[in-house]
């Protein structure tokens, strides 16, 4: 039998490790945080925002883990994270997103505000 399924979407496909790498809702936001300068901890929380001190931890060991961030501790207390040359790589595809996100995100949210007004038109006409 042939698979006729896109190269992207096969079980051993690198594909599959870069969504796996992103699709995390705070690993985009991170790594474009590094993408100008080493930052310390507090530093990303306020730039990002939003994200709790626990979790960013938490994300950015995973993309230490993964060779894309690396931690440099300066002296006691001082702590700075940056992007190795690997995590690099990834800024201009995140660049891309983010134009893609600015020039379509408000038709997204346009389109999910008139589904919700839909649904909410048939939940009141069925009950």
């Known amino acids: 039998m042939q698979n006729d399924a896109a190269p992207g979407l096969l079980a051993d496909c690198p594909t599959r490790l870069a969504v796996e790498i992103i699709s995390d809702k705070w690993t985009v936001l991170v790594l474009f945080g590094l993408s100008h300068r080493p930052r310390r901890h507090g530093e990303l929380v306020d730039l990002i925002g939003g994200v709790s001190r626990k979790v960013l931890t938490q994300t950015l060991r995973r993309l230490q883990r993964y060779g ?31 134009n893609w ?5 408000e038709a997204v949210v346009d389109f999910q505000e008139a589904a919700e007004a839909t649904s909410a038109v048939r939940t009141r006409t069925a009950g």
């Open 68 to 98: 894309l961030v690396e931690r440099h501790a300066q002296a006691p207390r001082r702590v700075e994270y940056s992007l190795t040359d690997l995590g690099r790589t990834l800024v201009e595809p995140i660049e891309v997103l983010t």
């Open 101 to 105: 996100a600015r020039d379509h995100g």
